[in-house]
């Protein structure tokens, strides 16, 4: 059975940074394509970041030079490296590895 278990949101202060990880078991994921992606309350879900199998980066327009998407093969992870953080970067962070869903992380950016 694939399981994707996210880890590392919290609750940081404006101009903070955190690091979310995705660690994928269960199945060979060195050839899918990996991303984050979030949704705010009242909002749709939005592409955050992904990373392709060949490690081709692609980033949301608003975090684009904050955040940095990584990903480590060996260990069947993705990592989202949010630095800058903003009160509107406030969301329910997912982690997507090919066709899977992780079951989201809780950030929040308040002061």
């Known amino acids: 059975q694939v399981q994707l278990v996210e880890s590392g949101g919290g609750l940081v202060q404006p101009g903070g940074s955190l690091r979310l990880s995705c660690a994928a078991s269960?199945?060979?994921?060195?050839?899918?394509?990996m991303g984050w992606y979030r949704q705010a309350l009242g909002k749709q879900r939005d592409l955050v970041a992904a990373i392709s199998s060949g490690g081709t980066t692609t980033y949301g327009y608003s975090v684009k030079g904050r955040f940095t998407i990584s990903r480590d093969n060996a260990k069947n992870t993705v990592y989202l490296q949010m630095n800058s953080l903003k009160p509107e970067d406030t969301a329910v962070y997912y982690c997507?590895?090919?066709?899977?869903w992780g079951q989201g992380t809780q950030v929040t950016v308040s002061s």
């Open positions: 269960g199945g060979v994921f060195s050839s899918y394509d």
């Open positions: 997507m590895v090919g066709k899977y």
